[in-house]
């Protein structure tokens, strides 16, 4: 009898010990023992899959990168200690000097960083194209092009790439097609499914959904997945056991969780349009949001994530989050608590005005990741804080 994929994820689970245990206990080890020496040749062979040491595999990160496999619907994949190490993983083992890499422009700002203030120390190029510019696209595409990057819904923007015509571009030229997928979860969007080669999550943000640990997950084809352990496995950016143990539990909540998230940010967007405090609200999910055919086509719901807005500016925009009261002030998303960021003056102020211009962070930009609580307490707060501007 066939299973929906949250059920199998979710029944999903390493063998049972002899106590018998339903829940997966954890396996809080560095190595593995063998009964000899045969056995362990054979193990450092790659002739079979037993564990040899925490840093290669482990059975509850083994558990948690199955569980996001089915979710994904991916072949492979390799967890890590952060969503950074996943990406910069799925950058360095596939890339090579002389190649060149193309991603969109709206990225998370250390991702911004890894592009380009150390992928050029290794002799790799970059050129970013304009996520809602698909007319421009293929133009940006060059010889040397190895891999493609985005992330839809972008970071913090929220604008929505087309997954199904960046994928047609991608294998019409033979590149690789890199997904960052954390914004939406894999059980609102698989990008495997409309062609992605490799999918990345911050584990750290809505498939922990706790705000309690840092992990990293990439899925995707076989082949590509392989070179990614190979290089894990020697530069060391293993995700711990104890972790995986606490992001495996998460993920059989996610599904249940994503749909409250959703509905209460689409609700809190539908009430903060034509706010007279703002100027524009961005939810995928809105009809007035640029890309909301496309986000109806590749995504379950809207997500967690709001955008809008402030007129007056960076001033209101620090004034806004020193009025809040329930709103959590903090470097984080996807938690069970609702939180608010202001990117120009935090996470992307690096960036010079124009980068953010052309990242789509005005200066009054907003975000909020809206939590599990009550969303009118939620609404009430940002309201709350808008009448006091």
Known sequence: ??????????????????????SSPLFLTSSFCFDNAEEMRAAFADENDDNIYSRFSNPNVQEFIDRVCILEGAEAGYATASGMSAVFASFMALLKQGDHLLSCSAIFGSTHTVITKYLPKYGIEHSYFQANKPETWESFIR??????????????????????????????????????????????????????????????????????????????????????????????????????????RSLETLEVRMQRHASSAHFIARSLEGNPQINWVKYPFLPSHPQHEIAKKQMSDGGGLVCFELKGGVEAGRKFLNNLTILSLTANLGDTRSIASHPASTTHAKLTEEEQQTVGITPGLIRISVGLENRDDILGDILHSLTNL
């Open 1 to 22: 009898m066939s299973q929906h994929r949250i059920t199998q994820a979710i029944r999903k689970q390493v063998d049972r010990t002899n106590e018998m245990e339903h």
């Open 143 to 248: 010889p040397n092009t190895r891999m493609i990057y985005v992330e839809t819904p972008t970071n913090p923007g929220l604008d929505i790439i087309d997954l199904e015509a960046i994928s047609a571009l991608a294998k019409k030229h033979n590149l690789i097609l890199n997904v960052d997928n954390c914004f939406a979860t894999p059980v609102t969007q698989q990008p495997v499914a409309f062609g992605a080669d490799l999918v990345v999550h911050s584990a750290t943000k809505w498939l922990d959904g706790q705000g309690r640990v840092l992990g990293g997950v990439v899925v995707g084809r076989k082949d590509l997945i392989r070179e990614i352990y190979l290089f894990a496995r020697s530069t060391g950016p293993a995700l711990s056991p104890f972790n995986a143990w606490l992001l495996s």
